[in-house]
Nanobody, 113 residues
Framework: QVQLVESGGGLVQPGGSLRLSCAASGFTFTAQHMYWVRQTPGKGLEWVSSINTGNGGTWTADSVKGRFTPSRDNNVKNTLYLQMNSLEPEDTALYYC?????WGQGTQVTVSS
């Protein structure tokens, strides 16, 4: 059974940091490109970042470039990460990881003072 489980969201002040995790199971994690997207009531769905198989390459949206960094642990944990620094109120959203046509349940990030 393919499963993606996100964690790490929460409430943080502007300028703060969070690291999201996405634990993958039920498929060959190392063979899949993985993605982070976010959803807000006002903007809808927004692609945030992608990471190639074997950590061969990463891409991030202009809105988060230089602040967000995706990574993956292919060896032990089969986990996708999103390090988020210098968070802004505009980053408030429900964050999802995606892979092999499957979505996680999402983790809420709220940036507010």
């Amino acid at each position: 059974q393919v499963q993606l489980v996100e964690s790490g969201g929460g409430l943080v002040q502007p300028g703060g940091s969070l690291r999201l995790s996405c634990a993958a199971s039920g498929f060959t994690f190392t063979a899949q490109h993985m993605y982070w997207v976010r959803q807000t009531p006002g903007k809808g769905l927004e692609w945030v970042s992608s990471i190639n198989t074997g950590n061969g390459g990463t891409w991030t949206a202009d809105s988060v470039k230089g602040r967000f960094t995706p990574s993956r642990d292919n060896n032990v944990k089969n986990t996708l990460y999103l390090q988020m620094n210098s968070l802004e109120p505009e980053d408030t959203a429900l964050y999802y990881c995606l892979g092999i046509g499957t979505w996680g349940q999402g983790t809420q990030v709220t940036v507010s003072s």
